[in-house]
C-alpha cells in the first residue's frame, strides 16, 4: 500500500498524518479515540477501503504518536481544538466535504464536526462511540478498569517494558469473547505506539481535557447519514450507546457485533470495511 505523509499546522500543535488511495470515490477522514495514535487503525482496514474506492487519511492525535507533545499533566487543548484539528487536516489536503469515521473519543468530536461545520461532512461513521450531549445506560467504567489505571501513579514511564505490560492489560481489559486475545499483534502494536512518540505517558492527558462541547447540539441534532458499529461486549462504551443513538438520531443504521470489546481486530475488518463502504456510497 502506497501512502504519503503530511505535517498539518493546527493553532500551536503539529499534527502528523498520513494518506493513502487515490480517493476516486471520495476521502475518509479516520480519527482515532483517547490515548491513541493513528496506528490504532488497522492497515487491513485502510487498504479495503483503498480498494473500495476511497482515499483514507488517518492522523495522530495530539500528545501521541509524531504529533506535538505535551508534558504529562499539562493540558493547553479542550474539545474545540479537537474539532479544529480535523477541519485544519481537511484543509491542508484541500477536502471540502468527507466522509468522517471515529473511533471512541474520535467519534464524539467527529459529531461535534458534523454539528458545527455540517458542509464539511459528508457522513459519519460513529465505532464505540457515545452519543454527543446524550445519557445512556450504563455510563461509567467497570472497576477493573480504575484498578488498572490506578498503576499509573507508580509505573516507571522510562521503562518501555512496563509500560508495554501496562498497555497490555488495559487492552486486554478492553477486549470482548469474540477472539482470542492476540499478545503478539497487540504487543507490537503497543510497542510501536511507544517508539513513536516523544513521551507515550503524555498519551494520558487526553483524560484531562476540559472543557464543554463547543456546541448546544446534541446527536439528536445531527443531519447528516450515521452508521453506527458497536461491540456487543464493549465494557469501556456499553453497546446502550450505540442503541441510544440509533433511537435519536433520524438517518442512523446500527451494527451491532455480537461479543467484540472496544476493540478493532484484523478478523473484523473485511466486515466494517463493507459496512463503511455501503454507507459511504449513499452519498455522492
Not at 481544538?81 to 473519543?105: E, F, K, N, P, Q
Not at 467504567?141 to 488495559?170: K, N, R
Request: charged share 20%.
Amino acid at each position: 500500500m502506497i501512502t504519503s505523509t503530511k505535517r498539518v499546522r493546527s493553532g500551536p500543535a503539529s499534527i502528523f498524518t498520513e494518506a493513502a488511495g487515490e480517493g476516486d470515490n471520495g476521502t475518509i477522514l479516520l480519527v482515532m479515540g483517547a490515548t491513541a495514535s493513528m496506528v490504532w487503525w488497522p492497515d487491513s482496514l485502510i487498504e479495503a477501503l483503498v480498494a473500495g474506492g476511497y482515499r483514507t487519511i488517518r492522523f495522530d492525535h495530539r500528545d501521541t504518536g509524531a504529533s506535538s507533545v505535551s508534558a504529562p499533566g499539562e493540558v493547553n487543548y479542550d474539545l474545540a481544538d479537537l474539532r479544529d484539528d480535523l477541519l485544519a487536516i481537511l484543509d491542508a489536503y484541500d477536502v471540502d466535504t468527507a466522509h468522517v469515521v471515529g473511533m471512541s473519543l474520535g467519534g464524539y468530536v467527529a459529531q461535534i464536526l458534523a454539528l458545527t461545520h455540517p458542509a464539511r461532512v459528508k457522513t459519519l461513521t460513529l465505532i464505540a462511540a457515545e452519543p454527543l450531549g446524550v445519557p445512556y445506560e450504563g455510563e461509567g467504567l467497570p472497576p477493573g478498569f480504575m484498578e488498572q489505571f490506578g498503576a499509573m501513579a507508580s509505573l516507571d514511564w522510562a521503562d518501555a517494558d512496563a509500560v508495554t505490560g501496562f498497555m497490555m492489560g488495559i487492552a486486554r481489559l478492553s477486549a470482548g469473547s469474540r477472539h482470542d486475545f492476540d499478545d503478539v499483534a497487540v504487543e507490537r502494536r503497543i510497542r510501536t505506539e511507544i517508539a513513536r512518540t516523544e513521551n507515550i505517558q503524555s498519551a494520558f492527558n487526553h483524560s484531562m481535557i476540559a472543557g464543554a462541547p463547543p456546541t448546544e447540539a446534541t446527536a439528536a441534532d445531527i443531519v447528516q447519514p450515521v452508521l453506527l458499529i458497536h461491540g456487543g461486549a464493549d465494557p469501556i462504551i456499553s453497546a446502550n450507546a450505540a442503541r441510544t443513538a440509533k433511537a435519536i438520531i433520524p438517518s442512523a443504521e446500527l451494527l451491532i457485533i455480537p461479543d467484540l470489546g472496544h476493540e478493532l481486530v484484523d478478523a473484523d475488518m473485511a466486515q466494517f470495511a463493507s459496512a463503511i463502504i455501503a454507507h459511504c456510497g449513499k452519498v455522492a
